[in-house]
Structure formats: C-alpha cells, structure tokens
C-alpha cells in the first residue's frame, strides 16, 4: 500500500505498524474502514464473557474518544466502556440484555454516511 494514497501525510504514516491496527480508520477513494467497538480484556482478570447492561449512546450519536459508549457488566464488576475514537455510533451489534465474549463485537464506530460491514 502506497501511502501517498492515504489522507494522512506521508512522513506520519512511517510512524504507523503496518499493516495498520483494526482500529486505524483509512479513508481512500470511496474506501473507509470503519472502527470495531469490541470487549476489551480487562487486566488481571480472567473474564471470558460480558453481559451488556445498557446502551448510553444512540445509533446515530457522535462520539468523543474517552466518552462512555455503553455499560457492561462481568461477574465480578460493572464498568463503561469509553468509545477508542473519535466519530459516529453507526450501529449496535450487540443489543441489551446480551451476553458477549470478550474479543465480541459490540457495534461500529465510523463517520456520518459510512456503511458497516453488516449494511
């Protein structure tokens, strides 16, 4: 992949792993990888699934990096999950009350008019 075909500057992306993580988003010519809202695994813990509580945000909703996006819950603890960037709630794959590995996939997080995966 060239990266003059990126909308990043070409001196930045030397800085990024390729090939890039799943949640780097790249936007090329009617092209845009949209990012994962997965079950993270929490640290020193040894949780294989999670229960989602509630939904805080929307479809549709714009989201900051850091905001709680949705309540999960394990056996041990409740806790938000914060969104990883910056974007729009495009959709919930894992809907209240659902159970969910950790790894699972909870919904998607890209721009206003991007399509997932499941569109």
């Known amino acids: 992949m ?7 500057p070409r001196n930045r992306y030397r800085n990024l792993a390729y090939p890039p993580e799943p949640n780097f988003r790249i936007r090329r010519k ?4 949209v990012t ?5 695994k929490t640290g020193g813990m040894n949780t294989t699934k999670v229960n989602v509580v509630r939904w805080l945000k929307d ?3 714009a989201l900051r990096q850091g905001e709680p996006v949705v309540e999960l819950e394990t056996e041990k603890v ?3 999950l914060d969104a990883p960037v ?3 709630l495009l959709k919930i794959a894992a809907h209240e009350p659902t ?4 790894g699972g996939l909870l919904g998607y997080i890209g721009e206003p008019g991007d399509k997932t995966p499941e569109s």
């Open 99 to 102: 159970e969910v590995e950790v």
């Open 36 to 40: 994962n809202l997965v079950v993270p």
């Open 30 to 33: 009617g092209l845009t990888i």
């Open 2 to 8: 060239r990266s003059e075909a990126l909308d990043i």
């Open 86 to 88: 910056d974007g729009v």
């Open 78 to 80: 409740s806790y938000e």
């Open 59 to 61: 479809e549709g909703d």
